[in-house]
């Protein structure tokens, strides 16, 4: 317990000396010394320069050895996977991107093949190998159900719905793997260093090329007896089509109508046509709204008008603290689209959360992967009972 609790303060605060080591844990400075010569012993941590400039002999500086193991997170997208490795501390060292035509007919026998070829760029990237990692998490569309093992919610990604794909990545990898949803993902890197920092209840929103919410209560995720928590965007709105199911038993299909056809990146560029305003890209769709009184005013309300009326869905049943909007469509609307939101959810006799906008920088789906391929890791590299 003692060495986990010193291992854990190492990786929050960085660089320590006994002394201040000694301090945080409550342990006596010669038994900090037994902690730390045994740790070192072990390889689970090392000396790294002094503190110097005060009086009285200098002390040495102590820190988790970054290279003790690695991780990897990857994100899945119709286009191609990325891929990002991390030491042990938390530092990202190297990452890699494969571009892949999800939808080709070869896409189940080159998964495997293609997923290795993500990590080991991000491996090589980092100058490591493949026996440097320990945990692979890999955030797709949809989820994975827990009963079948097969990913449900995702049918444009046809190369991952195999039952046996994730021993299959396991194999591929030499490492276990975990298959997440991606918004999922993305809420745990929101938790760590975003908006819902030491935030236990909250609703991550993201609004991208899909749009997806994950569920945060008690700081745990809520995943549901499927998988499915969260795929709001299968939800009934009006002025959309209900989304029919197929045949019993197999996977569900792309979301074409409730909340997925009016507030994804496609249903933005052409909710903005509707009013005139022309645009390539969702960003851009709403950066000229922004600019554009009128027409413009019109757009965003439209948009948040959408959004309101599932989040208001959403806080009847779960009562969030807060709620994150992100993803690309939330966040180029910025701030004016989330009170426009807010707004739009005022007034009625229902929990008023509070709405703010992602501060995450970087992929969080990768980041959140990492996350959690930490916290698995560690609790086996950390463990120095065996």
Sequence with gaps: MNDRAALDLLIAHGRLTRTRLGELTGLSKPTASQLLARLEAAGLVRTTGSVTGRPGPSALLYEVNPGVAHVAALAVDKTGISAAVADITGTTVGGHRVEADATAEDARTRTPALVAEAVDGALRAAGLGRDALCRTVIGTPGALDPRTRRLRYAPHLPGWQARALVDELSAALGTPVVVENDVNLAAVAEQHGGSARDCADFVHFWADEGVGAAIVLGGRL????????????????????????????????????????????????????????????????LAAAAAAPGAGDAVLAELAHHIATALLAVVAVVDPELIVLSGEVCLAGGDRLRALVEDEMSGLDLPRPELRLSTVEGSPILLGGLHTALAEARNTVFDTTS
């Excluded at 928590?229 to 029919?244: D, L, N, S, T």
């Excluded at 009016?262 to 960003?283: K, Q």
């Design 222 to 285: 809520l995943r549901g007896a499927r998988g499915g928590a969260g795929e709001i965007g299968y939800m009934p709105m009006p002025g959309a089509p209900v989304v029919r199911g197929g045949p019993a038993g197999a996977p569900g299909p792309l979301a074409e109508g409730g909340l997925d056809r009016l507030v994804v990146s496609a249903a933005v560029i052409a909710l903005a046509r509707r009013h005139g305003i022309r645009a390539a890209t969702a960003p851009e769709a």
